[in-house]
């Protein structure tokens, strides 16, 4: 039996022997290694000190390979943390969901407050992996939790919680290999972008469509953190910075959350900003090129959405960062990086954390009447931004046909002064008293109720005095995006009805925390609400018709007995030349003003309380 096992272990360290070794031998099988990408700049900061021997009984995979390349997988992941879980009291593993293929995703915790959190202390929750490639979280966390469970930095915990989720999308995580994201140095086997479901979980948090994007939800419910943070690495250009990171409400743009929004600008950023330096790391704002083309068109903010976490988190009032490690800084450097940043956030919350947590108590109790939506890029830039460039030069590509860039890995002396593309809404919604779903619609009620949204439910039926919403030529979108067809209009017309709501159905007011996050997802213009992403295509099909030979003799009746009618189909014939050429396009016009034409036909099924 002994023996039995002993040859299955050996065997089993083999094959990983041989993985680790054809990873290894990547560099010799051109033209698929790296190397095509850019050089590194080189890095010899502090924090490399942070890093401990092989030897160390509680080193990591990422500290034990000599290269400082290499992420463990989710096997092993889980075992090292089972095993610091055993070894430490200030460490718990809690099981807060499940994946698409059965695996259990979990958080790492580290207290000293036992099972249930002191409620005065600040609360940091840090999440890595959503997209499974961009892993650098993981490895930090490690690296973190390890050194206060064991070499002197308990102390964090004396006013502060933290939550670690070291792995977000973890069938994402275990589609890995060599070859997941080519623009990415390290580490050299990554998981991959999407879920086993093929979705971005990281477009979900507004819509909730997948099992782990729900879960993560209930889990910040459950814990309320005062700051989360999401960890992900960049694509795009070159440049100095290696650890980006931002939020909504930065240098005092559009935030649903402006105090807190406030003091991450005022308090959180400078002071991280400084204890990166420290450690011989460059921070910059997260940013994003304008131009692939031309390095020094400009930057964006990428987007304000509620369905990315940044944009979620001020629209929720939770306060979030996202960070956006640079793509070609080695994966040691990012790690390292990462490491720095949650120590710093901890020791932040713990010194200044209660004015974050009265800022937010002040967002949560806004109500604004009006509310930006449909955020779009400014058509022109608002500003300049310094920005810490790589020299670069531009070069005539056999294989593109064009000039294509080519980055040299020598920082350009020279500050680069950046155009500044900010972004501004597209769209104003009006906040209603509250909104009304009918009870068939489960599945929006149960989003909803993920959300943590408040509603009351019907055990009765209703009659209700509300505002429909009539659809003005609403249009799909020509492919799918995220598992949906989506869906854009951008007139509706009111209208004023009574309206029975069958048991099931739900109030949900406004007059709420989540209230912003209700109204982005009920108001269907609004392109982050659940109309947009395709979830009433039923609205827009039509079920009865009327055959010619009944509607022209009808419509000649019409013409003759209503002079007004009369007026405005000649009217409509003299300005409009296609329509007066088109018969079925004639007839329809009549039959729309018939009361055989289905009045439900592009009428919004969840209505408005005013």
């Keep these: 039996m002994k023996s039995s096992v002993l040859v299955t272990a050996l065997m089993a360290a083999l094959a990983c022997s041989a993985s680790s070794a054809m990873s290894q031998s990547l560099p010799n099988a051109a033209p698929w290694d790296q190397a095509f990408l850019?050089?590194?700049?080189?890095?010899?900061?502090a924090s490399k000190a942070l890093l401990r021997g092989a030897s160390d009984p509680w080193v990591t995979a990422f500290e034990a390979d000599p290269a400082?390349?290499?992420?463990?997988?989710?096997?092993?992941?889980?075992?090292?943390?089972?095993?610091?879980?055993?070894?430490?009291?200030?460490?718990?593993?809690?099981?807060?969901?499940?994946?698409?293929?059965?695996?259990?995703?979990?958080?790492?915790?580290?207290s000293k407050d036992g099972a249930t959190f002191d409620p005065a202390k600040p609360v940091l929750m840090i999440q890595a992996g959503i997209h499974p490639g961009e892993i650098d979280g993981k490895d930090a966390g490690?690296?973190?939790?390890?050194?206060?469970?064991?070499?002197?930095?308990?102390?964090?915990?004396?006013?502060?919680?933290?939550?670690?989720?070291?792995?977000?999308?973890?069938?994402?995580?275990?589609?890995?290999?060599a070859y997941s994201r080519p623009n990415q140095r390290g580490p050299r086997i990554q998981g991959w972008r999407n879920t086993a479901t093929n979705q971005n979980l990281n477009r979900d948090y507004l819509k909730l469509d997948q099992p782990e994007m729900r879960a993560v939800r209930g889990l910040i419910l459950k814990y309320r953190p005062d700051l989360y943070v999401d960890?992900?690495?960049?694509?795009?250009?070159?440049?100095?910075?290696?650890?980006?990171?931002?939020?909504?409400?930065?240098?005092?743009?559009?935030s649903r959350s402006p105090n807190g929004?406030?003091?991450?600008?005022?308090?959180?950023?400078?002071?991280?900003?400084?204890?990166?330096?420290?450690?011989?790391?460059?921070?910059?704002?997260?940013?994003?090129?304008?131009?692939?083309?031309?390095?020094?068109?400009?930057?964006?903010?990428?987007?304000?959405?509620?369905?990315?976490?940044?944009?979620?988190?001020?629209?929720?009032?939770?306060?979030?960062?996202?960070i956006e490690n640079h793509s070609l800084k080695p994966h040691e450097q990012r790690v390292l990086g990462t490491y720095v940043f949650i120590e710093e956030a901890m020791r932040l919350l713990a010194d200044k954390g209660s004015a974050l947590r009265a800022a937010t108590d002040q967002d949560k109790a806004l109500r604004p009447a009006e509310i930006p939506a449909n955020f779009e890029q400014?058509?022109?830039?608002?500003?300049?931004?310094?920005?810490?460039?790589?020299?670069?030069?531009?070069?005539?590509?056999?294989a593109s046909g064009r000039k294509e860039i080519r980055w040299l890995g020598r920082p350009d002396p020279e500050l680069w002064r950046m155009p500044f593309y900010g972004s501004k809404p597209a769209l104003t919604l009006k906040r209603p008293t509250a909104y009304w779903i009918p009870g068939y619609r489960t599945d929006l009620i149960e989003r909803l109720k993920a959300h943590g949204i408040e509603m009351e439910t019907l055990t009765t039926p209703r009659a209700v005095a509300v505002d429909m919403l009539r659809l003005v030529s609403p249009k799909l979108a020509t492919?799918?995006?995220?598992?949906?067809?989506?869906?854009?209009?951008?007139?509706?017309?009111?209208?004023?009805?009574?309206?029975?709501?069958?048991?099931?159905?739900?109030?949900?007011?406004?007059?709420?925390?989540?209230?912003?996050?209700?109204?982005?997802?009920?108001?269907?213009?609004?392109?982050?609400?659940?109309?947009?992403?395709?979830?009433?295509?039923?609205?827009?099909?039509?079920?009865?018709?009327?055959?010619?030979?009944?509607?022209?003799?009808?419509?000649?009746?019409?013409?003759?007995?209503?002079?007004?009618?009369?007026?405005?189909?000649?009217?409509?014939?003299?300005?409009?030349?296609?329509?007066?050429?088109?018969?079925?396009?004639?007839?329809?016009?009549?039959?729309?003003?018939?009361p055989f034409y289905d009045e439900r036909y592009l009428l919004y099924p969840v209505a408005r309380e005013d």
């Design 231 to 254: 960890v992900h690495v960049t694509d795009g250009m070159d440049y100095q910075y290696d650890v980006t990171f931002g939020f909504n409400g930065e240098d005092g743009a559009f």
């Design 38 to 45: 850019p050089p590194i700049l080189p890095w010899n900061g």
């Design 378 to 398: 400014e058509a022109t830039p608002s500003s300049t931004r310094p920005f810490r460039g790589v020299l670069y030069e531009m070069y005539d590509s056999p």
């Design 68 to 110: 400082h390349d290499f992420s463990p997988d989710y096997a092993d992941t889980r075992a090292w943390f089972d095993r610091l879980d055993q070894a430490s009291d200030l460490i718990r593993i809690e099981q807060f969901g499940v994946s698409p293929e059965g695996r259990p995703i979990y958080a790492v915790i580290a």
């Design 261 to 322: 929004s406030r003091w991450l600008d005022t308090v959180f950023k400078p002071a991280m900003n400084a204890a990166l330096e420290r450690q011989g790391h460059i921070p910059g704002e997260l940013v994003f090129g304008q131009d692939d083309d031309d390095p020094k068109a400009g930057l964006n903010d990428g987007g304000l959405g509620e369905r990315y976490s940044n944009g979620w988190g001020a629209a929720a009032h939770v306060p979030t960062i996202l």
């Design 479 to 594: 492919r799918a995006n995220e598992g949906h067809v989506q869906a854009s209009v951008e007139t509706v017309e009111v209208e004023r009805r009574d309206w029975t709501f069958p048991p099931g159905s739900v109030r949900v007011p406004t007059d709420q925390p989540l209230g912003d996050i209700v109204v982005l997802l009920l108001e269907p213009q609004s392109n982050e609400s659940f109309f947009a992403w395709g979830m009433f295509p039923e609205v827009m099909s039509r079920v009865e018709y009327i055959e010619p030979y009944a509607i022209a003799p009808l419509a000649e009746r019409m013409l003759a007995a209503d002079p007004a009618l009369k007026a405005a189909f000649e009217a409509k014939l003299a300005a409009e030349p296609v329509f007066a050429a088109d018969p079925q396009a004639r007839l329809a016009w009549f039959y729309e003003r018939t």
């Design 142 to 177: 490690m690296m973190l939790l390890r050194d206060i469970a064991f070499y002197g930095k308990d102390g964090l915990l004396d006013r502060v919680n933290l939550i670690l989720i070291p792995i977000l999308s973890v069938d994402g995580h275990e589609r890995a290999s």
